[in-house]
């Protein structure tokens, strides 16, 4: 049965990495045919692998000779407009929904087209079925446990430095202005500590002159980029301190996380349960995150903030003006976990390697696209 993927493949972007992984876990079944509907070349696999790829070029060759027939099984990406995408008729029609602040008055019309609904979070799910009276089916988006695992430092930085990290495209949901002043507050105490920051994204330019909490904004440079480190010095913090990675694939990733001590993920809202969050916990680093919202569904693993104030959602670009609640995590619970992860470093260790076994043996790819072969054939 060929089964279509209606969007872009990439390894810069949480869909992009979705989609390569659902690709390559299919590809292995010979009763599936996996293709993406959309372009897609080798330009789109950078830091792949050499034995993997060739799996990959065969996806690519098979996508692009694809000719459309009805005769499948057709994944459609739905995010917060609730719109379709796609207008195919296939024989069975499944709707990918991955809503943060969704245009829900919409949903009960634009979401019956569909056959089956998917999501990633029993907050999603529940949001949905409530809107729609259709059942919602949740699978939890994964990792690939043979790239993120734990695993020894490389020995090429300073031993004496204390390294937080922080990912994600620079918006309001993802709170990297709550992240910068975390910082600025622990700095001031512990002057090894370094920030490393991974917020460049494809998606750069819709964060140009971003402010959130903070009291000056962050700046596209003409390159593309934006410039943290100015955004650091800006709002008072030295720029030194703080190193930028850029942009790059996500099979590079877990090189990266080993080396870190702890990640900072203070979300204000999560659709699903953050694939940066369970990418670092799989590979053992502390992780402290927001527990709301999708969030939830990670079972109080890793370093979880209890207390979120409820908040009303951003109307920045796609979303809809609603009443949907995000929410905003203390900063003193914030400052006091960072604290304990710097102060009981071995202890900090131990609980995360607890977590990487948790992540590597139940939120997997492998384990992600087994259940959706399942219920395909319900």
């Known amino acids: 049965m060929n089964i279509v993927i209606n969007w872009g493949i990439n390894c810069y972007t949480g869909w992009g990495v979705v989609g390569i992984n659902l690709l390559a876990q299919l590809a292995s079944d010979p009763a599936w045919h996996p293709v993406s509907a959309q372009p897609f070349d080798s330009s789109m696999l950078m830091g792949m692998d050499p034995l993997r790829y060739p799996i990959f070029q065969r996806i690519i060759n098979e996508s692009n000779a694809w000719a459309y027939t009805d005769e499948c099984v057709w994944i459609d990406p739905v995010g917060n407009d609730l719109r379709r995408p796609s207008v195919c008729e296939a ?217 979120n104030e409820a908040i009303s959602g951003s109307h920045e670009y796609f979303f809809p003006s609603n009443d949907i609640d995000w929410y905003e995590s203390d900063p003193e619970e914030i400052d006091a976990q960072l604290e304990w992860v710097y102060q009981n470093r071995e202890k900090a260790r131990k609980q995360a390697l607890s977590d990487s076994d948790f992540i590597r043996s139940t939120r997997t790819w492998a384990q992600h696209v087994t259940e959706l072969k399942a219920w395909l054939k319900e």
């Open 91 to 307: 024989k069975l029609k499944i709707g990918r929904v991955i809503v943060e602040k969704p245009d829900l008055p919409k949903a009960f019309v634009n979401l019956a087209s569909f056959d089956k609904l998917l999501t990633g979070s029993t907050w999603n799910q529940e949001m949905l079925e409530a809107a729609t009276g259709k059942e919602v089916k949740v699978i939890y988006e994964g990792i690939d446990p043979s790239l993120f695992c734990p695993g020894p430092r490389s020995g090429w930085f300073c031993p004496d430095l204390f390294y937080i990290f922080a990912s994600g495209k620079v918006e309001f949901r993802k709170a990297q202005d709550v992240v910068l002043l975390a910082f600025k507050r622990f700095v001031q105490k512990h002057s090894e500590a370094r920030l490393v920051t991974c917020w460049n994204s494809p998606f750069a330019d819709i964060a140009n002159g971003y402010k959130g909490l903070c009291d000056a904004p962050l700046w596209l440079e003409s390159n593309g980029y934006l410039n943290v480190k100015r955004w650091a010095h800006d709002n008072g913090i030295d720029a030194a301190k703080v190193h930028d990675l850029g942009c790059f694939p996500n099979f590079v990733l877990p090189s990266v996380l080993r080396e870190m001590d702890v990640m900072l993920a203070p979300s204000r809202v999560e659709s699903c349960t953050s694939l940066p969050v369970k990418e670092a916990m799989a590979c053992a680093v502390p992780v402290i995150y927001g527990l709301h919202t999708g969030m939830r569904d990670l079972g109080l693993k890793g370093l979880p903030l209890i207390h």
